[in-house]
Structure formats: structure tokens, C-alpha cells
């Protein structure tokens, strides 16, 4: 591709709204551009790169058995109102009606659509284990897109499918996608590592997700650091310590002007933060059949402890949960920052009130709560006697420090992006959409599934983040948009005959030809330019190996070579630098499989 004709141009200056170096760069280096929020083009550039990381993931689903096909973007509502998630998924689904009126779906995901089509499609036994696959558009209407590609409203995604006659097979299935996805993250450069985490909307018995590290994720994963034990956040157990039992002590309201935190209480009264209780406000929308109610949450765990609201969207069961405002607290009969369940009006003319807590409370005494009256709080309150809940569950979140359930070593805090995610669906979609096949013995038995998934955009801004420095993008050789970025540095206007101008150019087209002839892919930066923005454009980009062609070269018969993750330069003979080039490639490529190897297994 010659640079004169490429779609595409570079940038000086990054969108003000980007923070972190993946969607700086990408952008600036023309690979992406934005239409609204979380929507995305992705350019000549970009859409090289994810069709070579696409390719990567067709070959190894391929290898464990996978069948490419392709499933629609567009779905009728039936499907979803069978499995229920049409009521239990809030706001990001999106949701319209065609034309005669019926609702439809933008598809999230497709495990409604390969149970309907699996439905009509597998029957017997011997139909089974299959694995199928796709790599289709999704939307998801995120409140928050951030990060360029990292978190976005439409993107793509490689979803397969695993079907199996028992749980034994979606094991060996489950597994096999288990490794196979290091391979594809391996293949690409990205380094990653995989967390247990919540089975979500997706439902089923088990889910791991692939984690790349790094400073600007937006997930907290816990890493134990005895015996390696790592888990997102949203679901790591770790050991919660109970406060002594003692005997329940009267009530007390006592004055606590101005304390309207746990550390301003617990400073004021002299006491652990364990003492106090910790009021936390949120509003769910709670599926209820075939419609949705909207109640308001009072959520009660030790003020010592933070809310996981993963754990409590799963208590609740909710499609939705936002935190309450003070207007919408005070509708409740409730005082921000002196609230309490007790007193609490059992009725109120906003919402429906859900007390729920965390199942350390049951084993914490005499807890400091507030008194519903602004200035005071009470002391000795104890849940049983003085206010009753309507939901006990675990709530809080694992910290860094925390004690690990498995070996009793503590948790260590790092941050991460999510780049893919497995799930044990098992028979969540079978048995709410009939999908069944007769055994040996001619008995209806349920379709075991499986679902994996990888965002292909997602991936791309992942790399992205991993590969680069001060200058621009550093591509793997696996997925960069092209192998070899070859400039042309015209010759000074009424240069000598042997290093003419026209000399240079016809080198340099004459290179560029033989390198596509050798099968190499490059990119040819044979525009009018200044040496300086060519270079600057080649950092940018970020292509693994730089050629120059220049008169100064040409007089000795040499082209400059570099490779963009090096600064040492080196002159090569023309006639050498076709075999160099396809002997650094082989090598980086060698490079890169040497990291494709066996990944232990965490049940």
C-alpha cells in the first residue's frame, strides 16, 4: 500500500477526551476515528490488524473442532422473552420494533439464537459434541464508553459455542477453549492471565476471564500471594472476620453533630470503624415475571467493609442498580448521612423498600447505626431485635490485605482489562428453550452448552497498550497492519546524476515491488514529505521493521534497516535486504510462538 492512496492520515495531537495510550495512539496513527460515543470506524490500518487477529482466532477455534458460521445482528424479541433475559436485562439492551410492530433485539450476545437454532437442528446423540462459532457485530448500550476500543457500545466479537451430551464433554470442551484462548492472546502478544469472575447475564455454573494487566484496566482483580489464587473482585471470597460475640445493650441515641462518614463517626465516638454499621443506597429494577419492578435498596454491611454491587445485584436478582439520590433517600422517610433501617416508615410514597445486608452483620453486636434524625446516631443497634431484613447475603468486596480462603495467604490488588471470557453455560438455555436429544436408550436428555467470547476491537486496544513508547505504536509482527514500513527520501533538488531524484524513487519502487513479490507486506511512504514527518509517521504507526531508501544510501548501494523496537540502525546491501527482511520476520514471528505454550488449568 502506497501512503499517497492510503485512506488514512496521522495526527499531532490525541482527542482531548482520551486517557489512556491505546486510544491516544490509535487514534493519532489513523487506525481508529469516532462517530458518537463508544462507536467507532476502524480504518485501512485497523481493520488490517483485527482481520490478522481474527484469522488467529478462526485457526485455533478451528483446531479444537470449531465450525464458522455466521448468526444475525438482529433478533425477535421471542427468543429473549423465552430464555427471560428480555426482562432481566436493563437499559443496555437495545431494543425496537420493525415495522408490523414486533419487538426485536441488537443482538448483546447469541445464546438465544443458537438455542433456537440448535432446537431444530441436533436431535440424536449422535449429532453430538459440536462446537460452533462466529464473529458478528454486538451492541451493547454501555452508560459509560470510555478508552477508546476498550469499552465501547458496538464492536465485534468471536463467540463459540460448545455442545455436548453431558457435563464430562462440556469439560474436555471447556478446557480445550481454555488453552486455546491463551493461544490466541499468545499469537497476538498480549500477555494475560485467567481469574475466576461472575457468571453475570450470561448464567451457568463457572466462568474465567482473561485478564491483561495494566495500570488503566477498569477491573480489580486479588491475587493471593501465597498460593496464587487470582479472582476478579466481583466474586474473590476471602475471610471475614466476625466481631466477638457479647450481649445485646440497650439503645442508645446519642449526638453526633457533623459525622456524616464511618471515618468522621468512628473518630468522633473513639470506636473501630467494625463497630458501625454502613448504610449504602441504591436503586434496582427487580424482574418480577414478565414486567419489572423499581425499588429502593437499603443495603447494610460493617462500616470496615466496602459493597460489592456484583454481590448484591445477584442477591436481589436485579436487572439494574443505580445509587439512590438524596431526594430519593428523603422520599423513603430516610436522613442522608444519619440513616437507619430502624424507624424506618414501612411505607412511603416512593418506592418499595428492600432491607438487605451483609451476613457478617448477623455475628456483629451493638453495632453505631444511624438514628434517622440529622446530628445523632445509635449505639447497641443489632439486627433481629431492632430491625429485621428482608435478604442476608455476602456483600462486600475483597480488599488488598484480605485473607485468602484457599491458603490463608493475603490478597494483593492489580488493575486489569478484560480481553475474554469462558462460561459453563451448562443447561440454562436448554431447559428455558427445549433443546433436548434422544440418548441410546431413546430418552429426552438437555443439550449441555458452553460459551466463550473475545472482542476483536478490544484485543486490538489491549496490544495497543502493551506495545509502544514515547513515539508511537510498536506492533507484534502477528497482528501489525503490514510488516515492513519502507520510506523513500527523495534526492535534493538538482542533485548529480547518480543520485538523482528519479534514481531514488525508481529504487524505492522497485524495492517495493520485489518485497510484495517475496510475499512481505508493506506499507510505502512515498509521499512528498520531509524526512522528519516520515520518520515521526513511521513511529507512529509503528510497523516492526523500517527500510529507508536514500541517495545517500544508493551512492554505496545500501538500504538503512531498523527494526522499531530498537534504535541501532544498520546498512544492508540492496541485494541482501529482501532475504534480511524475511529472516527478521521469521525470526520475530519465531519470537512470538516460543510464548505458545501450555496454561495450567484453575478449576
Not at 72 to 97: C, D, L, N
Not at 201 to 208: D, F, L, P, S, V
Not at 574 to 588: D, S
Request: hydrophobic share 40%.
Amino acid at each position: 500500500m502506497r501512503m499517497s492512496t492510503l485512506f488514512s492520515q496521522t495526527l499531532r495531537e490525541a482527542p482531548a477526551d482520551a486517557e489512556m495510550p491505546s486510544h491516544k495512539l490509535l487514534v493519532r496513527a489513523g487506525f481508529i476515528r469516532q462517530l458518537a460515543a463508544g462507536i467507532y470506524t476502524i480504518m485501512p490500518l485497523g481493520k488490517r490488524s483485527i482481520t490478522k487477529i481474527e484469522n488467529i482466532m478462526r485457526e485455533e477455534i478451528n483446531a479444537i473442532g470449531g465450525q464458522e458460521m455466521t448468526m444475525p445482528v438482529v433478533h425477535p424479541a421471542e427468543v429473549w422473552k423465552e430464555t427471560k433475559r428480555w426482562y432481566q436485562i436493563g437499559s443496555e439492551m437495545g431494543r425496537f420494533k420493525d415495522k408490523h410492530d414486533r419487538d426485536m433485539v441488537l443482538a448483546m450476545t447469541h445464546e438465544e439464537v443458537v438455542a433456537d437454532l440448535i432446537r431444530k437442528e441436533i436431535h440424536s446423540y449422535r449429532q453430538l459434541p459440536a462446537l460452533i462459532y462466529h464473529i458478528q457485530t454486538k451492541w451493547r448500550d454501555d452508560p459509560r464508553p470510555r478508552a477508546g476500543l476498550i469499552r465501547v457500545r458496538e464492536f465485534t466479537m468471536k463467540d463459540s459455542y460448545s455442545l455436548d451430551a453431558d457435563w464430562e464433554g462440556l469439560d474436555k470442551q471447556y478446557r480445550a477453549h481454555y488453552q486455546a484462548y491463551f493461544d490466541i492472546f499468545h499469537r497476538c502478544g498480549i500477555p494475560v492471565i485467567a481469574v475466576k469472575s461472575d457468571v453475570g447475564m450470561m448464567g451457568g455454573k463457572m466462568a474465567h476471564e482473561y485478564m491483561y494487566l495494566t495500570p488503566f484496566g477498569e477491573d480489580t482483580l486479588l491475587i493471593c500471594n501465597g498460593c496464587g489464587y487470582a479472582a476478579n473482585r466481583q466474586v474473590a471470597p476471602f475471610e471475614k472476620k466476625a466481631l466477638p460475640e457479647e450481649a445485646m445493650l440497650p439503645l442508645e441515641k446519642v449526638a453526633t453533630p457533623d459525622c456524616k462518614t464511618i471515618a468522621g463517626l468512628a473518630e468522633f465516638l473513639t470506636i473501630p470503624e467494625a463497630r458501625t454499621a454502613k448504610a449504602v443506597f441504591m436503586v434496582a429494577d427487580i424482574p418480577e415475571g414478565e414486567s419489572s419492578a423499581q425499588k429502593f435498596v437499603f443495603a447494610i454491611l460493617r462500616g470496615d467493609m466496602e459493597l460489592n454491587e456484583t454481590k448484591l445485584t445477584n442477591a436481589l436478582k436485579a436487572s439494574e442498580l443505580r445509587p439512590a439520590t438524596e431526594e430519593e433517600i428523603i422520599a423513603i422517610g430516610a436522613t442522608p448521612g444519619y440513616a437507619s433501617p430502624i424507624g424506618l416508615p414501612k411505607t412511603n410514597a416512593y418506592l418499595p423498600v428492600v432491607i438487605v445486608v451483609d451476613d457478617l452483620i448477623p455475628e456483629s453486636y451493638n453495632l453505631v447505626a444511624g438514628a434517622n434524625d440529622a446530628g445523632y446516631h445509635l449505639l447497641n443497634t443489632n439486627l433481629g431485635r431492632d430491625y429485621q431484613a428482608d435478604i442476608i447475603a455476602d456483600l462486600t468486596a475483597a480488599r488488598a490485605g484480605d485473607v485468602c480462603t484457599v491458603c490463608g495467604g493475603s490478597f494483593e490488588e492489580v488493575r486489569g482489562v478484560e480481553v475474554g471470557n469462558i462460561f459453563k453455560l451448562g443447561t440454562r438455555y436448554s431447559d428455558s428453550m427445549g433443546c433436548t436429544y434422544q440418548d441410546k436408550d431413546g430418552k429426552e436428555k438437555p443439550i449441555i452448552m458452553g460459551s466463550y467470547g473475545i472482542g476483536s476491537g478490544r484485543l486490538l486496544a489491549a496490544v495497543a497498550e502493551e506495545y509502544n513508547d514515547e513515539y508511537g505504536l510498536i506492533w507484534p509482527i502477528t497482528i501489525a497492519p503490514y510488516q515492513v514500513h519502507l520510506v523513500m527520501l527523495p534526492a535534493k533538488k538538482g542533485a548529480g546524476e547518480r543520485g538523482s531524484e528519479g534514481d531514488v524513487e525508481k529504487a524505492a519502487n522497485q524495492l517495493y515491488l520485489d518485497l510484495q513479490a517475496a510475499g512481505v507486506e508493506a506499507l510505502y511512504d512515498d509521499r512528498e514529505e520531509s524526512p522528519g514527518v516520515k520518520f515521526n509517521d513511521a513511529d507512529l504507526i509503528g510497523l516492526p521493521i523500517r527500510l529507508t531508501v536514500s541517495e545517500r544510501g544508493l551512492r554505496d548501494g545500501l538500504i538503512e534497516y531498523k527494526r522499531r523496537d530498537r534504535k541501532e540502525k544498520r546498512m544492508i546491501p540492496r541485494g541482501e535486504i529482501i532475504e534480511a527482511v524475511k529472516a527478521e520476520i521469521a525470526a520475530l514471528e519465531a519470537e512470538i510462538q516460543a510464548k505458545v505454550v501450555e496454561a495450567p488449568f484453575d478449576e
